[in-house]
Structure formats: structure tokens, C-alpha cells
């Protein structure tokens, strides 16, 4: 199972990453795996302005619905809608190509309250052995 | 084995069975908002046999074998229920004749609502809803009017224990109320504490699955009851599982306040393939004057030498009607006829085996099928579908396996509180061998779940098809024939 | 005992595995105060008796299938072919229930992607679902997917005064804790441009029936535009009668976004009001806001067709709190009923039992507005269905149709006063293939005799 380590995470396991003054958004590889083959994803509209920890899209298997949460406060300037018709892509490359959005962060500072990898494993950690 | 769509059959210019001739002049037809096209299959009245008989061959049903989904009480459907159902002063009443002229329906639907609440222990019914989920939001709807006519309105939280039917919270969000889940204790019983530190004026109710998904009854009911009621909160009962509980327990006794009863789960009438059911709600005296109208009573301006005449009335405090018409009367015919062939010691008997039933196969697999909660179950119980020696098995590829031996699987993957569950529920119809059967079968695919688990991967390998890409049809949806 | 095939040696034999005395053993856990009520149930009878009771029963009803019968308004006598009661009265399909194992249920999946397509095929629309409790139902779901498309954001629902009044109290229950705010009023005179007036940006949708309750054809052209323009998208709903579609050009072709109705008419009997059917169509771009079950098409492992429930995630198994809907069972053996309806009928046979009702409908409209006294209102064209304006309350007649005419009883129609008051001394006359020229002719007669 892949871990980026450039990233940071929410505990229910989206990651955001830093890419100049923008920060992009995926659902990371430990969810997919659990996920299983995920055929559907629903995303928000370019423009919406959310807030951290809003729900902003779902990602749907063949028997379960997860509902994501965005980790900064911002305002969404870019979907992936790739996912549209390959869903698969976040299965096959959960923090590459099948990133979900891109925001331009309002509260930039939230981004040091968001775990780091070493925690972000050991959430994965308490998980498998629940 | 596979059998064409019916659209593959069909041959350009054969017709079907033929409608009457025309008796009148012919009308102008209005130009202009007339179709082109009707895209229907042109086949015969031979193909229409041939293929609905040849796609029937296809299935799983009752009538062919052990079918314990549980939860689902699939339980023998006597076929007296079906002459009865099709007898023609019934089949062909409308629902608006006056009711001087169908007395032996409204006959048969009041005194069917009085038979639901001697069962339950009742004070009023209706037969209205059209399925248990159906009953749920008439329930939830019933109890979400009772606190706003009294005025407290702040009521907007329903709680719902963790083990329960999907259709709980689905039911309570439709009914513009807020779902706060509570979780099951060690012994798969509501955690009292949890569900104390819940309670506040804010909340309605708390949906109540006695016994619960687990099979198993709650050691605390009067507790869970009492700290409800203790808050202004109301108790619904869902009661798809009373097939554990007919002449055993009245849950209006315990302080239930309102319940929805499946009639094609408790009452033996038909699932259909997937319906029509009928979910009937009894509730207590307090909730009689909300429950969806009209219902059935007898005249009140009656003489007393006066023969039983029946009407319709409406509750002053109604929900409003849920359906239109009064209900799924077909189905009412049926579960009235059961009723009458069993009474009251057949009913009682009924539950009795249907337990009897359900802890024998228990027994009988114990120790093989890990068993989350150790205790003598109601009707149905769950185990895991998986060994700690086995990995890579899974209950899907149990129930897969137990395709292959000629037998319905368990309902798998629910209750969600039991990793890899098998829902068994064998109900009273099964008799010992059937249910030795299904054992030896089950222990048969543990044993070779560690021997030889591919056959559990391959399987089945011995249906009308093997297992099918559910993420090719959830991606490319292909939801109609194409012309 | 009836239906229980335990034997006294099985039993102990049983009891002995589990390791208890006895069955009482099994309930222990419940508080003994509530154990073994006693059911105030009558004695329990013989199947022979209990045929014997219901017959009796049955026979207290006046059977309208074998009455010359005018009486529709949502549920109509229509012939339904023999096939029809032969393949749901196979116990593969009504012992069966919801086709959660794909593999040994093939015929029930098949089955339903059949009525799917065929439910399409009717309404001109790109998916169907596997059904809903009936048209009311259907039409109370179809308002929610219009909320739910614009993420409940929109509170406004226009609904046209025409809609079955049963159909709108059913809306109005099902929708009672979601704060919409419906409107259109209750004088079934309001025309429908005035409705789509009342369509604004606040609007998820306008939902309107034809052939109506009083039985007219709304003509549908341009509503669509109409209503997306000033809703911005807002949602246009159609109930409509599923034998008018083997005549008239289907709502998918005028740019419905809903399609509902009851399906009853499509082989299913009156039954005192059901089980009946509620169909419902979509675009497929709402699939995942459509409630209900939708079975695909997809392969087995080996390449070979197959069919399975699919878009499970709406569901309330699923989705719990967020589902589409909370609907579990919904009509299947009633879906399989109206599938083989419609093969049986097929392309010619449904445009020809449309044709029927047209036809002996527009005859009877003709044949008692020739009555002195009585008068077809007129101000739409219709289908198999009309209204009468009439020299007394409905009641009245109906009463003399069925008691006062020798060697005859007629069931008469629907008295409109019930739920419109200003529609006192109006009758709702339904008119299908059942009725011959005969009983057409016995009606006018009869009717021409009141009050002499």
C-alpha cells in the first residue's frame, strides 16, 4: 500500500497536498483499499467556497458510500472529472491521478493541524486491528 | 443457461393475444398528440408462456427449497391464502363502490385491524402501509404529529440503536427528523449508558428492534422503554422480527406505543420476488387519533339488534393518508386466512418453532462458525462467516458455496455491527431434516474452506450463472433493452 | 399443527441438541409478567371452513367485473389475459423475495429489466425503476427527487388542482417534515399555463396528471421549455394512465423529467384497491437520485449475460439516513404481472385496447349527452374517462342505476363532490374494452328513466 509522505491527512483519510498557493485534495490509498472498486464519484462545483471539514463529495463502491471531508477551508477552483468516467483512477493512483479537487486555500494556517504521515499511519494502524 | 430478453423473441407483425372487436362507431381520434411508435415485443401467446416459465426455472423460491434470509421470515406460503386471495367477489370490487356493496371486504379488513391488535396488544390499526418500510414512516410520521399537537416542537431526534434495518434512519431523515445512532453493549443488547447520556427533550423517539437483528432479546427492555418514555420520547417498534413473538409477548403490553407488523413475513403472505407487502401499524390508545385514514369501524349509529355494518372513518388527528385506496387488500385476504387457520394456540406454536428452529441450526454449527454473542437467540441468529484459519474467505464465498449444494444463503454482510455476518433464519416451516441439511452443508463448506477453499472462490459453479461483475454494471449502467 | 412439521420425537430430539428441558426454556429471557398473553382470536378452523367463510365473505360484495361498470378515478375494470394470473401464480416467482443473490434469481432480475425497459419503452423516458407501492406513492417519490436534485435547496412545488386527489393528500403526507410550501390551488378550472406561471427559481418542480382525475388530455407541448426556463431547471412531473400511452404520444417525448402513474390498468385486477403498481421513468441523468430499485445488465466471470441489482448506494441498506428513499419491498410479483401484460398485448394489442377505450368512451360521452337532463362538460378532449353534469347528486342516481331498474344493477361513476365542492351533481364516468355497446346502451337507457 502506498503512503505519500509530501502529504498531509484527516483522520478519515483524505489527503491535501501543496502546490504553490493551491492545495489538492484526494481520498488516499488505505480508504480505496477499502473501499474496494470505487464506480462513482460526486464532486462539488468549481466555485463553491467550503469549509474545512465540510462534506464535499461521495465516493461510492458496489456496496458502500463514503462520504468525504475537505481538510483546508477554501474555495474550489478545479475538479478532476477524469473521475467522471474512470472512477477506477483512484484505485489504480489514489494520490496522483485520481486527486479529486484543487482549492485555494482562505485559512492557509489550518494546514499545520492536519496529520502528518507518521500519524496518519497509526490511524491506519488502529483501524486494522479494530 | 440463459434465456433471451423477451424484446429477442419478438418477430415483426406477430401478435400476442388478441383484445375484442370494436362494438362502436369509431370517434375521431385527436391528431397531433398521437404516437408513432410503440416500441413494445410482437410475440406470441406461446413465447410469453415459454419464456416467463423458462425465466421462473431460473430462480430460487420457497417452494423449491430452505430459503432462511434473515430478517426476511421466508416461511412456507400456504396455498389456501392464494384461492382465497383470488376469490372473484374480491379480485373484482372497485375501491370506490359504495360500501353498502363490498361488506365482506370491509368485513375482512376490520377484522383483521382487531386480529393485528389483539396480537400486539393494540389499541388501534391500519392496514394502510404497503410495507414494512412503508409502516416506518407512517409510524415516524405518527410520532413526529403527537409531540407537535402537544405543542413541543423542539422534538426533531430519533434515536436508532446500531444494529437496526437500513430503513430506520432512512425512514426517520423522509420524516424531516435528525437520526443519532446508539451502540449495542457486550452482550448485543442496547448500551443502557449510551442511550441515557442521549436522551433529552429533543428527542421523539427511539426505534426499537425486539428481538433485535441479532436475534437475540433485549435483556433490558423494560429499561431501554422506561428511559425513553422517561424523557417524553415515544417507543416504535419494528416489527419485522415478530415472528419470535405472536402469542409469546404483546409489545403493546411492554409500552410500546407504535409498531409496523410485516404481513408477508409474519403472516406467510407472499414476498413477491420483492413484494407486495403490507405493513401494518398498531398503536397505543394515545396514538389512535393520528394514524392514517380512513380506517375501517364498525358503524357507530348501530342499533343494537342491528346486523354489523362496516365504514370508513377518518382519525381527527390523521397523518394523512399514505397510499391511495385503503391498502394492499389482496394481501389482506391472505394474512386473514392465516389467521383464521391458526388462532391463537397456532400462532404461539408458530413463534415457539420458529425459535426452536433458529437455536437447533445454532447448535448444530456452534463452535465451527465463530459466534459474536453466545445466547439463546429468537428466531434467527448471526456468525461470522469467517475463520481465523482460513484467511481469504469470506461469507460472501459461504453464501456463494451454499448455492452450489442446492440451498438459499443467509442474508450476509448485515447486521453491520458483525464483521463477514450470516443472518440465519430458518422459521417454523423447516423441519428437522431440512434443517440437518443446511447443517451438514454449512459444516461440509467450513471444512472445505480450509482444505479447499477455491471451490468457495469459484463458486457457484453449479447455478444458471457464476458470479456476476457488479462493478461493470454499477460503472456503465446498462439500465434498459436497446432498440 | 398446522403448517409445523415437528413430530413430538423430533422435538425432544432437538431440544435434547440445544440443551434445554424444554421450549419454554427458549423465551426465559423474556419478563414473565408479559409471557403467554392470552390472544382474543376465534377458534382456529379447517382449511375446508376457512374456504367456507371466505367464500361467504366474497359473496357479500358486489362484483364489478360481472356488473356493467362505469366507475374509474384511479382504479379501472380492465380484461386482463389469462397468461397473466398463470406466470404469477408460479411458486418460483411469488416464493421468492427481493433477488439479493443474483445467481439463483435470474428470472425475477431478468424480469424486472424487462418491465424496466418495456416501463421506458411506454413513457418515451431513459430508465425506469422496479416499481412503487402505486401511483400516489410514485408521485409522492417523484417530488422528493426533485428536492433532492437541487440538494433540498428549492421548497416550492407547484401541483396541479387535476392531480387524483388521493395522489395530493399522499404528497402532502410524505412530504409533511421537509417544509415545502405546495401550491396551485384546489379549482380544478386552473388552466396550466396558469400553473407554470406560478413556476419561479424557487421551484424543484410542476407536476401535473393527464389524462387528469376528470379524465382530460392536457396538451404538453412547449411546458417543458416553459417550466425549465422559469424554474432554471426546475423539474417537469407527468402521472399519467399507462393504456392512454398505447395511443397517445408519451410525456418522455414532450420533455418530462418525471414520469409516475398507476400501473394497475396493465393487467392487474381491481381487488378492492390493491396491490396495485406505481411505475416511475426518469432521464438518466438522475439515476442517483431516483428511489427504488433499478436491476442492470452485466456478465458472469465466464462472459455470459446476467443481470443484477445495481445503483445499490441510493438505498436505505446502504445509505441508511441518506437514501433516496427508505423504500425496501415495493411490487415485484405486480411489475411481473404488468411485464407480461404487455408482452402478451405487445405493440398491437395495447394500441388496440387504447383504441377500445377511446373509442367506446367517446360513443358513451355521445350516448348520454343525448339524455335529457344530462350533459358531457366538454372543455378538453379525453381519453376513456369524462364527466357528466347531472340533474340530481350523483349519489341519487347512483343509487337508482343500482336498486331501481328491473332485472339490472349498474355500478355508476364517481361523484366529484366528494373532493370538489363546486363539482356537486358531477359525474366521473369511466369507460373501458369491458364495456360492451350493450352496457353502454343499458346506461343511457337507464339514465334517460331517472326521475320519470
Known sequence: ?130 | MTEPLIYELSSPGREGVKPPQLDVPESALPQGWLREDLPLPEVSEIDVVRHYLRLSQLNYAIDKGMYPLGSCTMKFNPKINEVTARLPGFTGIHPLQHPDDVQGALYVIYTLQEYIKAIGGFAGVTLQPAAGAHGELTGVLIMRKYHLERGETQRDTILVPDSAHGTNPASTSMSGLRVVEIPSDARGNVDLDALRSQVCERVAGLMFTNPNTLGLFEEHMEDVIDIVHGCGGLVYGDGANMNALTGIMRPGDAGIDVMHFNLHKTFSTPHGGGGPGCGAVGVAAHLVDYLPGPIVVLDPNLEEEDDPYFIFHEPPKSIGRVKAFWGHFGIMVRAYTYIRMLGSEGLRRSAEHAVLNANYLLSRIKGVYPLPYDRICKHEFVVEGRFKDAPGVHALDIAKRLIDYGVHPPTNYFPLIVPEALMIEPTETESRQSLDNYADILLKIAQEAHETPDLLHAAPQNAPVRRLDEVRAARNPVLRYEH | MVYIPHTDAERRAMLATIGVADIAALFADIPEKFRYPQLDLPEPLSEMETLQELQFLAGLNLNANTTPTFLGAGAYRHWVPSVVDYVISRGEFYTAYTPYQAEVSQGTLQAIFEYESMICDLTGMDIANASHYDGATAAAEAVIQAYNVFRKKRNKIVLAPTVHPQYRQVIHTYTQGMGLEIVGGDDPTTEIAHLVELVDEQTACLILQTPDFLGQLHDLSGLADAIHARGKDAQFVVITNPISLGLLKPPGDYGADIVVGEGQPLGLGLNFGGPYLGFYATRAQFARQMAGRLVGKTVDIEGKDGYVMTLTTREQHIRRDKATSNICSNQGLMALAATVYMAALGKHGLRKVAELNYHKAHYAADAIDAVEGFAVVRRKPFFNEFVVHCPAPVEEINRFLLEEIEAVEIIGGYDLAQDYPAMANHMLVAVTEMNSRHEIDLLAEALSAFGD
Open chain 1, 1 to 130: 500500500m502506498k503512503l505519500d509522505t509530501d502529504v498531509r491527512f484527516l483522520e478519515t483519510h483524505e489527503w491535501a497536498r501543496k502546490e504553490g498557493d493551491e492545495i489538492i485534495v484526494g481520498i488516499t490509498d488505505y480508504a480505496q483499499s477499502t473501499l474496494s472498486d470505487i464506480v462513482y464519484v460526486e464532486l462539488p462545483e468549481v466555485g463553491d467556497t467550503l469549509s474545512k471539514g465540510d462534506q464535499f463529495g461521495v465516493v461510492e463502491s458496489v456496496k458502500a458510500a463514503a462520504d468525504v471531508y475537505l481538510p483546508m477551508s477554501g474555495k474550489v477552483v478545479a475538479v478532476n472529472t477524469a473521475l467522471e468516467e474512470t472512477p477506477e483512477l483512484i484505485n489504480q493512483d489514489a494520490f496522483g491521478e485520481g486527486w479529486m479537487l484543487r482549492i485555494t486555500p482562505t485559512n492557509p494556517g489550518e494546514w499545520n493541524e492536519l496529520l502528518d504521515a507518521d500519524a496518519y499511519q497509526k490511524v491506519i494502524e488502529e483501524e486494522e486491528a479494530a
